[in-house]
């Protein structure tokens, strides 16, 4: 089994080699890049210029520049860039005992029990079975606290007394080519009446029906291109599909576009590329198939935005929170090309085409023998008030307990979860076993150590946002940095990790302790982890994070230093939007088992650079934080930017001097500061705590109370998630918000008003910044 997925990488032959492929569950590209992708989208397709290139470059170039040019890579035993005299000390055995100790048999076990049953947010098995479980091995290991945090927020399940389905509707007022209201069973397991019906969380009920329109991805662009070429989506029912941004995002697009009703589903192109063997033989989604998944675009509970959702919270009205007015739902692309092969109006452009062995039409309306029939939807959803449950477990710190080093995942599934997200909570619920084990045996870390198991991620990073709001004036003191796994495992080929710059170098240190779980790897000279991660991606081996996971309220919102991982399939192999079967009934053990990683090394790998990262972060004397990786990543942001945005800003007169001295200063505070931290007195406590305080509260620096544009609780003015794409990072975000207004406005002048403004914040917060890294000054 463990020779699957690379047969399946051999076998590949995929009809996309030429085009750019894009995640749906992860941010996929940085905002500058996005900017000069919408400039110079044409008629849906994608024109690869120069400036583009360049604009690629810097992103790609930003982390490729870190790893090997600053002072040069010698070996992959070697430190990447900068000497560090911070981080890598404490105990240091401690770095063998953790990768010794883990388990792979353990995370199998928790993972077949976690599995068992379906387990959607507020459900008796997540809110009972699943917390208890969490909560009871937490204490069984050892931890010295474990609580259960409930909070009470809205929730939006299916309607299980009706089915959701569409249809044609005939002239004659028969429906009929009806989409299936199930996925159909393929293991005995999916067989369960337990298994969540096909919805997306949050759409409102109803059956509009009307004329449909295929539009594409959903974004901007493809809905100004419908207008451009006069098919006009007032009224008519949109069909969409999954990739390229947010769902929820397409849901808002298509609702500004005058759409009454919405229609989403996996494209074969992503989820079964060139014909591969489908589910149970193989890897890939068959055509029953369909992806389920909320429409919010906020972040907690819905009717508490910015505040906890507890006893005495105020709530709002159903009607004024931030939700989707019209129907959605999803469909399978088995049942997908029922209504797009009899789709008539002109013929999709290049880069709209998917899969489906049609050719791909816009309409609007159908053709053929259902000419001047409608599409017709049934959706039926229902809201509620439920308790979800996050379970917090803490290792209190020796030394510095009021300092918290942060592990996460989120234990709600749409279905089984096997992948999302209950890989990473079998190997959060390992990893806090090896801790516990090392405290037995006398151990404690320097600082505390907080496992967090969140619910209801799926809906909105509910769990996660609504303790962060409840906790933010301590986070804001205390947080050291948070390291978040939502998934574990998608694949075999490298890990797949995104991060703030603070964090770079302890990123590769932790990966170099770690033995590759790849054989094959390891025969062509590349012993660990981090010598298969820079093979696969020598220009750029850190992403720019974003949205989409647990991470986002607590970097966005208090500033707290954050990174997400995984271990991904081989991007260059596979153009798809995400692993085949995201948020799909399929997604179960026995998927995991068969293909995904049979004897769990890959697991286990994750799990012990966990543990390593964990603990350079809670034991090291000095933190390992490093700010001048962040000098270099303002100046590159600020490069690409310039190139990108030069020419538009030339035409108004604007300039970005002001910015330029901004981030220069900043580079030079920081290499003053690693000259200070060189010199620092290791056995001066108040020194020490002086030094890892200037480092800890870097991020927060950049936390502008106001928000930006349209979004006050999304404050941290140099990555934010993409207005328009919220798994997308967004650098600069106040800039690049102003200039996709000037490119999507009638009037845009009021958009420039509000650019030079964000620019004039930018400029002083990074100013600001500088300025505690530079020695104290009367």
């Not at 109803?206 to 493809?222: F, I, S």
């Not at 002086?690 to 990555?719: C, Q, S, T, W």
């Amino acid at each position: 089994m463990e020779d699957a997925i690379p047969m399946v990488q051999a076998a590949a032959v995929h009809r996309m080699t030429n085009k750019r492929s894009y995640l749906d569950d992860d941010n996929s590209m940085d905002d500058i890049e996005l900017y000069d992708f919408r400039r110079r989208r044409h008629r849906g397709t994608v024109v690869w210029s120069k400036c583009r290139l360049i604009s690629v470059s810097f992103v790609v170039l930003l982390f490729g520049v870190i790893l090997g040019a600053i002072l040069g890579y010698e070996s992959s035993k070697k430190m990447v860039g900068r000497p560090q005299p911070w981080g890598g000390d404490g105990d240091t055995s401690i770095t063998q005992r953790i990768i010794d100790e883990v388990k792979p048999a353990e995370i199998d076990k928790h993972l077949r029990f976690l599995t068992a049953k379906p387990h959607l947010a507020g459900s008796a098995r997540d809110e009972q079975v699943l917390v208890d479980y969490v909560h009871d091995k937490w204490q069984d290991y050892g931890l010295d606290v474990v609580r259960k945090v409930p909070y009470t927020v809205l929730m939006s399940y299916p309607d299980n007394t009706t089915d959701s389905y569409v249809s044609i509707l005939t002239n004659a007022g028969e429906e009929v080519e009806k989409s299936s209201p199930h996925e159909k069973p393929i293991i005995p397991q999916q067989n369960d009446s337990d298994v969540t019906r096909p919805f997306n969380a949050y759409s409102p009920s109803g059956e509009p029906e009307g004329d449909l329109v295929y539009g594409n991805y959903g974004t901007v662009e493809d809905f100004e291109y419908l207008q451009k070429n006069n098919i006009d989506c007032s009224g008519k029912i949109v069909i969409l599909r999954y990739g390229l941004i947010f769902r929820g995002s397409k849901v808002e697009n298509a609702e500004a576009a005058g759409a009454i009703g919405v229609i989403l589903y996996s494209d074969p192109e992503d989820v079964d590329p060139s014909n591969l063997p489908a589910y149970p033989k193989g890897l890939w989604m068959p055509e029953t198939g369909l992806q389920r998944g909320t429409l919010f675009t906020g972040q907690g509970d819905a009717l508490t935005p910015g505040f906890p959702s507890t006893d005495t919270a105020y709530r709002l009205q159903q009607k004024d929170a931030k939700l989707p007015h019209i129907p959605t739902t999803p469909i399978s692309w088995g049942d997908a090309v029922k209504y797009l092969r009899n789709l008539g109006g002109p013929e999709a452009p290049e880069g709209w085409t998917g899969g489906l062995n049609i050719t791909y039409t816009l309409g609007p309306g159908f053709t053929g023998e259902y000419a001047n029939g409608k599409m017709k939807m049934h959706v039926h959803n229902v809201f509620e008030n439920r308790t979800i449950t996050n379970v917090i477990g803490y290792i209190n710190g020796s030394v510095e307990s009021d300092r918290y080093v942060l592990l996460g995942n989120h234990r709600d599934a749409w279905v089984f979860g096997a992948i999302d997200p209950n890989s990473g909570t079998a190997s959060l619920l390992e990893l806090t076993r090896v801790y516990g084990k090392l405290l037995q045996e006398g151990w404690r870390p320097r600082r505390t150590v907080v496992f967090c198991s969140w619910g209801a991620e799926e809906y909105g990073l509910i769990g996660s946002s609504e303790w962060t709001e409840d906790n933010i004036k301590t986070l804001g003191q205390r947080a050291v940095a948070y390291v978040n796994i939502d998934i574990a495992v998608q694949g075999q080929a490298t890990p797949l990790i995104k991060s703030t710059p603070p964090l770079y170098q302890a990123l590769y240190n932790a990966t170099k302790q770690v033995p590759n779980p790849n054989p094959e790897e390891v025969k062509q000279g590349r012993p660990t982890v981090y010598d298969t991660w820079k093979h696969m991606k020598p220009d750029g081996m850190i992403g720019s994070i974003g949205s989409g996971s647990d991470y986002t309220v607590l970097l966005d919102r208090v500033g707290v230093t954050s990174v997400d991982m995984r271990y991904d399939y081989d991007r260059k192999t596979y153009h798809i939007s995400t692993y085949a079967m995201y948020h799909s009934a399929y997604e179960t053990y026995d998927y995991v088992k068969k293909f995904m990683d049979p004897d769990f090394a890959y697991h286990r790998a994750v799990v012990q650079i966990w543990g390593e990262l964990a603990r350079n972060m809670a034991d090291s004397l000095l933190l390992p934080l490093g700010v001048e990786d962040y000098a270099d990543f303002l100046q590159k942001t600020f490069e690409g930017f310039e190139q990108a945005a030069k020419a538009k800003l030339d035409e108004k007169n604007i300039s970005l001097d002001g910015l330029k001295a901004a981030v220069q200063k900043f580079s030079l505070a920081a290499t003053h500061l690693e000259q200070q931290r060189h010199a620092v007195d290791r056995n001066n406590p108040f020194a020490v705590r002086k030094m890892n305080d200037k480092v800890m509260y870097l991020e927060r620096a950049f936390i502008e109370p106001e928000g930006l544009p349209g979004r006050p609780l999304a404050r941290h003015v140099v990555v934010a998630p993409s207005k328009h794409n919220i798994y997308a990072s967004s650098s600069f975000p106040g800039l690049q918000d102003a200039l996709f207004a000037v490119d999507h406005s009638e009037d845009p002048d009021p958009a420039w008003e509000t650019f030079k403004r964000q620019l004039s914040i930018l400029t002083f917060t990074i100013d600001a910044a500088a300025r505690p890294l530079q020695e104290d000054t009367a």
